[in-house]
């Protein structure tokens, strides 16, 4: 009790101590003073990952204040940091260096690591063996890098949780730092440290690539912080679209499957029995238990190979043994190794031995003469699934039945279609954020995002959280748009009349009430300007009748209610004026026009 007493007055002091140094920060004159003092900006440092979250803050507007004036190079002594990112941080710059620094030092810091693990200790990550069925672990940085392994280190901030929220000023602040918006030098530094962070993936050793071991490395933690704050620039310089040889030349005639024999598909494996292999080729001819033990190589240069891309604010990166991804705006991350499938993704899973849903490969059972394999969901799955092989090749990742077909998960344009989808196969679904699109059936909503249709069903079942009807629920999650597909229709068609009612009562409410020219509605620029029916269903709650199904009012919406709310109500307490005993007595004992009243205006 004594260290919490003595917490709390120490944060009371930190914070009155910083309350002061932030005024000092409001002026040049200041800002360039602070800038100066080492010892100051090392605490704050600290603070940003020791204090409570009010002083977090403060430390984060401070440090956005005096960050401009403070050379990166400065910073870089101060936190024992060796070398600043390269600046060039394209694949090709990466490349030319030609291996002097292959191995990876994963205890070996970078300038922004500070930052970054604020982000990285924030995040959720669902981790996952491709290929191996459907063990999903969900992990955090806390309980998967050693406490022991960056105790003495100058790391040490490895350690322990962060909030959401503070993570999310943070992601604001390294974005913005990106974009130059601190100073110039700082843009170079953010954007070439983010890179650094994303590529020092394709160094890890052997060793590290396996998952129990990758988890433990903050490589990992700090590459999947990196993909929060990815830019564009980064998707264009860090993927190697094009084979590139050991000594950094473009455009080397690259090495085809031998098996194929087509002269054009690209080889990948080396096998000492087969020779050189696409991935697919690869796995078939290595199936059998009599060729399993051959030996094979995946290409030094596929090795290295990596794609970023950026879907929807979604950061994703591509190795040959790993896809990472995290979302910047749910903190939600997802790693899936690919033991036992080297080589790229399969493109294409039209082929028997391989389940076009969760990957899962063999010789045997239902996998021997089909693309699903036993497992139910991937059964259930099936049921939906279109059978359908695009014009591109692959197969359709939509529903059956349905058209014209889901365009292809694989970013081809087939004919008829207007444009190719801006996700893809390999994409999670953002309702789930567990599976990858190609996982289960799909639907493109109007709104153009695609989610899994089971996903989508599931949220509109489940509808709004908490005894007040919102229909929040009932938008894309992405873009915000009204979720609409003819494969909604049975669930959509309840919620748009409940969604009328609502709108309609509270409309009513609204003028009883003389608010309908209120200056929340008149005045432009407010947020509801000529939204009477927003700026009414914001302000009045709503909920529904346990007896009669109807929605009522229950009284003017409370800012606390969000906080409070969740599933922890009991629906039998939700009971309208006109279905409450008290109120039916009434009734009986009045006359006519009172029911009448009751009907109409008291569940207004
Ligand atoms: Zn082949
Ligand atoms: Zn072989
Ligand atoms: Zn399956
Ligand atoms: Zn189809
Ligand atoms: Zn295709
Ligand atoms: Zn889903
Ligand atoms: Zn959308
Ligand atoms: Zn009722």
């Not at 899973?349 to 021997?368: E, H, K, P, Y």
């Not at 999670?428 to 639907?443: K, N, R, V």
């Not at 229909?471 to 959509?492: N, T, V, Y």
């Not at 008149?522 to 700026?535: E, Q, S």
Request: hydrophobic residues 35%; charged residues 25%.
């Amino acid at each position: 009790m004594v260290t919490e007493e003595h917490n709390r007055s120490s944060d009371a002091y930190i914070f009155e101590l910083l309350s002061m140094v932030l005024a000092l920060s409001g002026s040049n004159v200041g800002r360039t003073f602070l800038a100066q003092q080492l010892g100051l900006l090392q605490d704050l440092l600290s603070l940003l990952h020791t204090a409570t979250p009010r002083v977090q803050r403060q430390v984060v507007s401070l440090l956005r204040r005096v960050l401009p004036e403070v050379q990166p190079q400065v910073l870089a002594r101060l936190l024992n940091v060796p070398s600043l990112p390269p600046e060039d941080f394209s694949i090709i710059a990466e490349a030319k260096k030609g291996g002097e620094e292959v191995n990876l030092d994963p205890t070996k810091p970078g300038i922004l690591d500070v930052f970054l693990i604020c982000i990285a200790k924030a995040l959720t990550v669902q981790m996952k063996v491709k290929g191996s069925g459907k063990a999903v672990n969900t992990v955090d940085s806390a309980t998967s890098i050693p406490t022991e392994s960056v105790q003495s280190s100058s790391r040490w901030w490895l350690r322990g949780g962060m909030n959401n929220k503070l993570a999310e000023t943070i992601i604001t602040l390294l974005k913005d730092m990106a974009s130059g918006q601190v100073s110039e030098a700082w843009g170079r530094v953010t954007k070439g440290a983010v890179a650094e962070n994303i590529l020092n993936l394709t160094k890890m050793g052997e060793n590290l690539r396996v998952p129990a071991e990758c988890i433990k490395t903050p490589t990992l933690w700090l590459a999947l912080a990196s993909l929060c704050v990815l830019d564009h620039d980064h998707v264009v310089s860090l993927s190697s679209g094009q084979w590139i040889s050991p000594d950094g030349q473009q455009g080397q005639p690259r090495p085809t499957c031998d098996n194929h024999d087509d002269g054009e598909t690209s080889a990948i494996i080396l096998c000492d029995m087969c020779g050189n292999l696409c991935a697919d080729c690869d796995r078939f001819l290595h199936l059998h238990k009599r060729t399993r033990s051959h030996k094979r190589q995946v290409f030094k240069e596929e090795e290295e190979a990596i794609r970023v891309d950026l879907h929807e604010g979604c950061g994703r990166t591509k190795l040959f043994w790993v896809m990472a991804l995290a979302d910047s705006a749910s903190l939600k991350a997802m790693v899936e190794f690919r033991e036992g499938d080297r080589g790229k993704t399969l493109t294409s899973a039209i082929s028997m031995g391989v389940c076009r849903f969760c990957g899962n490969q063999s010789s045997t059972g239902l996998l021997s003469m089909g693309n699903v394999c036993s497992d139910p969901d991937c059964q259930e799955y099936a049921k939906t699934a279109c059978r359908k092989v695009q014009s591109c090749g692959h197969m359709c990742g939509g529903i059956a039945g349905e058209y014209p077909c889901l365009p292809c998960l694989h970013g081809c344009k087939n004919p008829g279609q207007t444009h190719a989808l801006k996700q893809d196969a390999d994409d999670m679904c953002m309702i789930c954020f567990t599976e990858a699109l190609s996982a289960a059936p799909a639907i493109q909503l109007i709104c153009s995002h695609v989610f899994h249709l089971h996903c989508c069903r599931k949220v509109l079942e489940k509808g709004w959280i908490g005894p007040r009807i919102t229909f929040g629920f009932a938008s894309c999650p992405i873009c915000k748009r009204e979720i609409d597909h003819p494969l909604l229709k049975d669930l959509l068609d309840p919620t748009r009349k409940l969604y009328d009612d609502v709108k309609r009562k509270a409309l009513m409410r609204l003028e009883y009430e003389g608010l309908h020219k209120s200056e929340a509605i008149t005045t432009a620029g407010a947020r509801f300007y000529n939204d009477p029916a927003g700026f009414a269903m914001d302000r009045y709650a709503y909920y529904v009748c346990y007896k009669c199904k109807k929605a009522y009012y229950g009284g003017e919406a409370r800012c606390d209610e969000q906080l409070e709310g969740g599933d922890d109500y009991d629906p039998t307490e939700l009971v309208c004026g006109a279905c409450s005993d008290v109120s039916r007595a009434q009734v009986s004992a009045m006359s006519d026009l009172t029911g009448l009243l009751h009907g109409n205006f008291l569940n207004m």
